[in-house]
């Protein structure tokens, strides 16, 4: 079956402009997550959403980092004047049930930001 | 806060040895899990432990926990080139045990 999908996949941006990245989960997966994953390192827990709701956000970098799902299906990640630090890959995890279950990872969004 | 290490950070091995991948996490977890990521690519899932004394066997791969250690262990029996990849541990964190802390990954690079 189709897994979790992410787009665009790469994306250049200027400093300064606004981004959004887009994640479809895996179809009737309740939670969702965000990470994000610098060049060579692990990845860092953003956010976690159970249906529409944003459980946590402590892992959010600052206030010009937005993530939401509306309809608890596909979630978008804004991040608003980006700077050269915010280059990463940005992962998106799916998990069928509450956030104790195994987590599905997407392809991811690489950004980068000159 | 839950940290996670990783060693070695870097392992060059020929085909055909055997190796292991140590992972220490700094508080209790309830949760380990095993990723392999190839360059470019996602992490697959390669394994989930549960409970002490937990191991998991995949093919040339094997995984264990020790809760009572905080510590995992990913064995690579007669590696071959095809296991060429970045393993990253994460343990299981926060109020509902959600939210993975990984390590920084093993870059494990199998030489004929």
């Known amino acids: 079956g189709a897994g979790v999908s992410q787009s665009p996949r790469y994306k250049v941006a200027k400093r300064g402009q606004d981004v959004a990245l887009r994640c479809d989960p895996i179809s009737g997966h309740v939670s969702l997550f965000w990470y994000q994953q610098a060049l060579g390192q692990g990845p860092e827990f953003l956010t976690y959403f159970q249906n529409e709701a944003q459980l946590d956000k402590s892992g959010l970098p600052s206030d010009r980092f937005f993530a939401e799902r509306p309809e608890g299906s596909v979630s978008t990640l804004k991040i608003q004047r980006t700077q050269q630090e915010d280059s990463a890959v940005y992962l998106c995890?799916?998990?069928?049930?509450?956030?104790?279950?195994?987590?599905?990872f997407g392809p991811g969004t690489r950004l980068t930001v000159t | 806060e839950l940290k996670v290490e990783q060693n070695p950070l870097f392992l060059s091995m020929q085909e055909g040895k055997n190796y292991t991948i140590y992972c220490n996490y700094s508080?209790?977890?309830?949760?380990l899990y095993w990723y392999r990521q190839d360059p470019g690519k996602s992490l697959e899932s390669l394994f989930v432990?549960?409970?002490?004394?937990a191991v998991k066997q995949e093919g040339r791969l094997m995984a264990s926990l020790d809760t009572k250690a905080r510590l995992s262990t990913l064995h690579i029996t007669a590696a071959v080139h095809d296991l060429s990849a970045t393993y990253f541990c994460a343990a299981a964190s926060g109020a509902g045990s959600y939210q993975l802390t990984f390590g920084k990954g093993t870059k494990l690079s199998v030489i004929p």
């Open positions: 508080t209790t977890s309830d949760r």
């Open positions: 995890a799916s998990s069928l049930l509450r956030g104790r279950y195994e987590q599905y």
């Open positions: 432990l549960l409970s002490n004394g």
